[in-house]
């Protein structure tokens, strides 16, 4: 930090106060949820709001509701005024990014997050940590994001500017290679202009945004957000791809108890640890596959309310054909019914059953 300062001069020392140097997470709170897609906002004291608490999350919250989306803001800490309804948020104050990488994967696993919005960087290039290492150790990051979580959509933006000449110069060398990095990716990964959404007159201090910034920022990330309309949707499980499905009332997955692989083996809720007996596989058939050959299946293609949900020896019937719906729910192609969690459980050893769709948590799924 010292050999920082000397090198960008006594005008940045009320920069480096201003992203400190915390190497701590904000104590975990009691999260704030309405049931709504969950949204990480990933990042470091621009994501927390310095200077504006709640930063760009006030607009970008105020524009999602606007219009009618049911959002749940996610992460350890929180903060801002009460016109951000949800304050939920992993933005950490003097935060690299080696720092995020070494914590996200139980971030993830704790909050399971459907979109996350990731602007991360400037304190590594304030601070010349190893700054030609910078765009690798983001990309680090990513590959880390899309192993643990791989159906999220995951937004990467180049950060916003700096009126500091030598900073600004590697902010601009930096957001350079984000494009390259984030088109290796995959299709979940999008890239995010951030870097022109606001100008240097839009800066309280160099570096982190006014109120009329951030509310710009905002205004960027809803641009995002709306050109990937399933981002603010639960996330299907996609077709081939072995997922966890969880259920975001309880943060709990679809889980086969004790492991089991015996046809009959009773589906339950369980904490999500991404054993062999919560990855499953969607297939174009409609089938939920699980540990290879066997399937989720409808206890004797019943359709009665309670009816069991098990696994089977995967035999193509239409007890082992499921649809999945925008809403998250999953329907069972004999019945019409929902899979559903018995008495809107929330506890390790929910049982998993078909019941009559109502619309409400306990039949909501999305995939992980």
């Known amino acids: 930090m010292r050999r920082t300062l000397r090198r960008l001069g006594a005008a940045a020392l009320s920069l480096v106060l201003a992203f400190g140097v915390g190497v701590t997470a904000a104590a975990p709170v009691v999260a704030e949820s309405n049931g709504g897609v969950r949204v990480m ?9 310095y200077n504006v608490p709640g930063g760009y999350r006030i607009n970008l919250w105020q524009r999602m509701a606007a219009d009618g989306h049911t959002v749940d803001f996610v992460g350890s800490g929180s903060n801002g005024p009460d016109s951000l309804g949800d304050h939920d948020h992993e933005g950490h104050n003097g935060w690299r990014i080696d720092q995020l990488d070494a914590n996200i994967v139980g971030w993830l696993r704790a909050t399971t997050p ?19 290492g910078a765009p690798a150790r983001l990309s680090a990051l990513i590959d880390k994001i ?34 390259g990095i984030v088109a290796e990716k995959g299709p979940r990964t999008h890239l995010v202009d951030m870097y022109s959404a606001i100008t240097t007159a839009d800066l309280a201090d160099g570096v982190h945004p006014t109120a009329a910034g951030y509310a710009k920022m905002g205004d960027r990330w809803y641009e995002a957000l709306r050109s990937v309309p399933g981002s603010l949707r639960p996330a299907l499980p996609p077709v081939g791809a072995a997922v966890s499905l969880v259920n975001p009332q309880s943060n709990r997955c679809l889980d086969v108890s004790g492991v089991s692989t015996t046809p009959g083996a009773q589906v339950h809720l369980w904490g999500c640890h991404g054993g062999t007996n919560q990855r499953w596989t969607r297939t174009a058939a409609g089938e939920l596959r699980v540990y290879g050959d066997r399937c989720l299946d409808v206890d004797g293609n019943r359709t ?7 696994i089977w020896t995967c035999n193509g019937t239409t007890a082992q054909r499921f649809t999945f719906n925008a809403d998250g729910s999953i329907t069972g192609a004999g019945s019409g019914k929902c899979l559903d969690l018995t ?5 390790n050893g929910t049982l998993v059953q078909l019941y009559q769709c109502n619309g409400t948590g306990a039949q909501r799924w999305t995939g992980r």
């Open 41 to 49: 906002p990933l990042g470091d004291s621009i994501t927390d709001g």
């Open 114 to 132: 459907r979109t996350v919005l990731l602007h991360i960087g400037h304190n590594d290039l304030n601070e010349n940590h190893d700054v030609p």
């Open 146 to 179: 899309r192993a643990t979580a791989p159906a999220v959509e995951l937004f990467v933006a180049q950060v916003i500017p700096s009126t500091y000449p030598e900073l600004e110069e590697r902010v601009r060398a930096y957001n350079a290679a984000i494009p």
């Open 304 to 310: 009665a309310n309670g009816t069991k949900i098990q």
């Open 343 to 347: 008495a809107g459980g929330t506890a």
